[in-house]
């Protein structure tokens, strides 16, 4: 069974920073792409930040600059480094892998972000 795994979101003020991480199990993300997603509330699932294994990184326009992806393959992670946070980052933030055509999700975790 595949399962993503999201940790490290909460609640933190303007300018500051948090780090999300997702731990896979049950498949190797290793050749596949991984990534984070956000929604917030009344808005669609949108793109932050995505890493291939091989190409560079896909960063939206609104996070550039503030937010940064990581990847360790050994240990199966990705990571979400986001600084400089703004009240728009408030969001559930999902971690998304995906092998082949098919999509991967985790749970979601919340991340709000006070003004």
């Known amino acids: 069974q595949v399962q993503l795994v999201e940790s490290g979101g909460g609640l933190a003020q303007a300018g500051g920073s948090l780090r999300l991480s997702c731990v896979t199990s049950?498949?190797?993300?290793?050749?596949?792409?991984m990534g984070w997603y956000r929604q917030a509330p009344g808005q669609q699932r949108e793109m932050v930040a995505y890493k291939t294994s091989i190409s560079g990184k896909v960063y939206a326009d609104s996070v550039k600059g503030r937010f940064t992806i990581s990847r360790d393959n050994p240990r199966n992670t990705v990571y979400l480094q986001m600084d400089n946070l703004e009240p728009e980052d408030t969001g559930v933030y999902y971690c998304?892998?995906?092998?082949?055509?098919?999509?991967?999700w985790g749970q979601g975790i919340q991340v709000t972000v006070s003004s």
């Open positions: 998304n892998g995906k092998l082949g055509r098919t999509d991967y």
């Open positions: 049950g498949a190797r993300f290793s050749f596949g792409g």
